[in-house]
């Protein structure tokens, strides 16, 4: 008897060796066998998803075989862990054991939208709303809704957000991209704003915005910003008004149509800074770090008017007359060839 259980246990045990064994071969298999693909192809992974769900469904689609063994794989190698949600990229060639791997990795495909500097809110939520993997949950909502919905109830949505490139996965929200946008403006804000210079007629950090979006809007020439924004401080400081056209133009709205003329500039918007002394009351645009920059650093110096070259730049002038020379030099007898931000960089030969 002792003899036959000893049998017994040997040969349960080579059993379960040969079942090890063959479980061992049966994952290899399913784990190097190649996808079928004919094509690169996304497969979505809602948020919620299991491996063993998404395995099921691409044996049953005919993808792969052997699903049984890779959850079985997934649960004891992989720690069973959870799937972030989002698409990812099947390439034909790819193998399963690819696939788990990518999944393990959470390297779910990202998409890109890029929001510009001088941007007004309306054209970055067109942008958002133009994104058709993003969840969309603000198209039915005012701005001030908008606002509300970030938490800002109250605060005008004009030059709040920063202009970068901010990438998502499918299913992220829209609002969720737009407060990312929101905390790295504050963020900006914050940093320039404790290395401001001295003496600026500036009570808080959001009159400094509003002034970066008019030297945003003014010159798209890097290297002219501090200056257009000493012009804009020594104004203020003698009690001058800004007369930007910038102004001027936004606060015209959707009836602005390209042609700024005199009746415009004596338009009583709240925005006119032909008529109304001081910075206008919020924004006119998204800006950029470096007009920040210029706001809280502006050039020294004693020019008070500027008038656009027509090549991007502009001329400077300490008096009105030698402003009324520049605007008879380059505004009254305008090149054919004006235009009023700086020709784009050589980009190259591209392949």
Same mark, same amino acid.
Do not use: C
């Given at each position: 008897?002792?003899?036959?259980?000893?049998?017994?246990?040997?040969?349960?045990?080579?059993?379960?060796?040969?079942?090890?064994?063959?479980?061992?071969?049966?994952?290899?298999?399913?784990?190097?066998?190649?996808?079928?693909?004919?094509?690169?192809?996304?497969?979505?992974?809602?948020?919620?998803?299991?491996?063993?769900?998404?395995?099921?469904? /691409?044996?049953?689609?005919?993808?792969?075989?052997?699903?049984?063994?890779?959850?079985?794989?997934?649960?004891?190698?992989?720690?069973?862990?959870?799937?972030?949600?989002?698409?990812?990229?099947?390439? *034909?060639? %790819?193998?399963?054991?690819?696939?788990?791997?990518?999944?393990?990795?959470?390297?779910?495909?990202?998409?890109?939208?890029?929001?510009?500097?001088?941007?007004?809110?309306? %054209?970055?939520?067109? =942008?958002?709303?133009?994104?058709?993997?993003?969840?969309?949950?603000?198209?039915?909502?005012?701005?001030?809704?908008?606002?509300?919905?970030?938490?800002?109830?109250?605060?005008?949505? $004009?030059?709040?957000?920063?202009?970068?490139?901010?990438?998502?996965? @499918?299913?992220?929200?829209?609002?969720?991209?737009?407060?990312?946008?929101?905390?790295?403006?504050?963020?900006?804000?914050?940093? $320039?704003?404790?290395?401001?210079? $001295?003496?600026? *007629?500036?009570?808080?950090?959001?009159?400094?915005?509003?002034? =970066?979006? /008019?030297?945003?809007?003014?010159?798209?020439?890097?290297?002219? @910003?501090?200056?257009?924004?000493?012009?804009?401080?020594?104004?203020? @400081?003698?009690?001058?008004?800004?007369?930007?056209?910038?102004?001027?133009?936004?606060?015209?709205?959707?009836?602005?149509?390209?042609?700024?003329?005199?009746?415009?500039?004596?338009?009583?918007?709240?925005?006119?800074?032909?008529?109304? *002394?001081?910075?206008?009351?919020?924004?006119?645009?998204?800006?950029?770090?470096?007009?920040?920059?210029?706001?809280?650093?502006?050039?020294?110096?004693?020019?008070?008017?500027?008038?656009?070259?027509?090549?991007?730049?502009?001329?400077?002038?300490?008096?009105?007359?030698?402003?009324?020379?520049?605007?008879? $030099?380059?505004?009254?007898?305008?090149?054919?060839?004006?235009?009023?931000?700086?020709?784009?960089?050589?980009?190259?030969?591209?392949?």
């Amino acid at each position: 008897m002792k003899r036959f259980l000893l049998y017994l246990l040997e040969g349960g045990l080579l059993l379960a060796g040969l079942l090890l064994v063959f479980a061992g071969w049966q994952q290899q298999v399913a784990l190097t066998q190649p996808l079928v693909l004919g094509e690169e192809r996304l497969l979505e992974v809602p948020a919620g998803s299991t491996p063993s769900g998404l395995l099921s469904r /691409l044996e049953d689609e005919g993808v792969l075989e052997g699903a049984l063994w890779l959850r079985l794989y997934w649960r004891f190698n992989l720690d069973g862990k959870g799937l972030h949600s989002g698409e990812y990229r099947l390439t *034909p060639g %790819q193998t399963a054991g690819d696939l788990l791997a990518q999944w393990q990795r959470g390297e779910v495909v990202q998409y890109g939208l890029t929001l510009v500097e001088g941007w007004t809110f309306r %054209q970055l939520r067109s =942008a958002l709303a133009a994104q058709e993997r993003l969840e969309q949950t603000l198209a039915d909502l005012d701005d001030a809704a908008v606002m509300q919905r970030l938490g800002l109830g109250g605060q005008h949505p $004009e030059g709040r957000f920063f202009p970068d490139t901010y990438r998502y996965v @499918r299913g992220m929200r829209d609002i969720d991209l737009l407060r990312q946008a929101h905390e790295k403006l504050s963020r900006v804000l914050d940093e $320039e704003w404790q290395q401001r210079a $001295e003496g600026l *007629p500036y009570r808080e950090p959001y009159q400094a915005l509003i002034m =970066a979006s /008019l030297v945003e809007k003014e010159t798209g020439a890097a290297h002219e @910003r501090e200056e257009i924004a000493g012009v804009f401080i020594r104004r203020l @400081r003698l009690g001058m008004l800004l007369q930007t056209d910038p102004t001027v133009i936004y606060g015209l709205g959707e009836r602005y149509t390209g042609n700024l003329n005199r009746a415009h500039l004596r338009e009583p918007t709240p925005y006119n800074t032909y008529t109304n *002394p001081g910075l206008p009351p919020t924004p006119i645009a998204m800006v950029g770090r470096e007009a920040i920059h210029a706001a809280l650093n502006p050039a020294a110096g004693d020019s008070l008017y500027f008038v656009a070259r027509g090549d991007g730049t502009h001329v400077f002038s300490r008096s009105l007359d030698e402003h009324n020379r520049a605007v008879r $030099e380059y505004q009254l007898k305008r090149r054919a060839d004006y235009r009023s931000s700086p020709a784009a960089a050589p980009q190259g030969n591209i392949p």
